[in-house]
């Protein structure tokens, strides 16, 4: 039971299963976030705790940003919702022209959906569809890679890597196989920034196309940089290769952007941080400063293009959700565009990521430490797992970091952070100082 603090009332916690939760760990001991602006939540009592997660990756121009809440309010009031198949709204067009401007050149399509996880099941589609219209129908394979995070859906989990979201589900989608992770501890610990060492794992591609010939594989879908498998960097000059193995043998390249995309990294995308251009990228959170539940996919115009054949009265990709486009998701990612742009928010990754690298690399030699990588405003802190008991340690840091007022997030035994965009360096040296003195504790 909890109180109300507005009715005072209890409130049984029994109902709701949360997601992606201890849910009875939880319920013993909850944690509560009730109200949000700018850098920090407050608990239901009023206690004031700093977000050092954006949410969860998402809310990159800081919390209840005012012309996000504004366009919401406004939009709720003027439509609520439009049917988005064979009807539209300016809004939804407005919005796929605002984002082709800050797009890689030759990105120019826009696909709505509602998640992370749709906009992965529809890149999915597009590629292995794509293909067929082209003629090239035994182009069905796809190709994940090994500790991905796609979202929760079939196609995600089975280009996905990560076990523990896969191992209760059966056998998932057919055709699907995985490239190597590029998570190399043994040269690249403690490397700030891009490691050096690695760029050849792009390499276990050409293994795959060996195996199964490129004639059967539609995509190749990778994080540029991996958050929930507990933040892994492309080595130096990886997804440059990846690209070229992919153009070699005609795979389509998916760039899963959910949470490097609108300034994570320091500039607007993954994409256009390491200058290599994917022919889809997928993306949601930051769309919207998390403020409405969005997503999207960016497609190449060749792709789009591919689809626009047969009788001109037919649907060309029979595709799409009910919120598609959703009016008050249109509204409140317009409102997060301006708002990045205008504050600069895309690039100011890049002006605060130096010091953020400081003050994370300052943490090697406290106990636990193993490793240490960070780029843009992203950062990971990995920790020795006590033995027999894997993600405790995490999990242990992460629940007094609470108590002391500042969020984390771990994944495994590695801290996660990921602040919005708007952080100062007063609040990095609380988040961190804070994950010091819980670690030097805890020794
Ligand atoms: N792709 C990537 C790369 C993601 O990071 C999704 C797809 C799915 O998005 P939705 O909107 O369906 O959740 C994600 C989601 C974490 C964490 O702790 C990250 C995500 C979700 C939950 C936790 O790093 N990313």
Redesign the pocket.
Known sequence: MTTNPKTDSKTSLDAYWMP?TANRQFKQAPRMLARAEGMYFWTPEGRKVLDG?AG??CVNAGHASPKIVQAIQAQAAEMDFAPPFNMGHPKAFELAERLVEILPAGVNKVFYTN??????ETALKMAIAYHRARGDGARTRLIGRER??????FG?ISVGGIVANRKMFGTLLAGVDHIRHTHDPARNAFTRGVPEYGAEFADDLERLVALHDASTIAAVIV?PV???TGVVLPPKGYLERLRAICDRHGILLIF?????GFGRLGSPFAATHFGVTPDLM?V??GLTNGAV?M?AVFAKQHIHDTFMNGPEHLIEFFHGYTYSAHPLACAAALGALDTYVESGLLTRGAQMAPYLEDALHALKGLPHVIDIRNIGLVGGIELAPIDGQPGKRAFDVFLKCWERGVLI?T?GDTI?L?PPLIIEKSHIDEIVGTIADVLRQAA
């Open positions: 992606f997660i969860l990756w998640s992370g996880s749709e906009s992965v991905g995070y796609h979202g929760v859906n995600g994080e991996a958050g929930s899963d952007e959910v949470i490097t997928t949601a959170k539940p997503g997030r994944t996660a990921s």
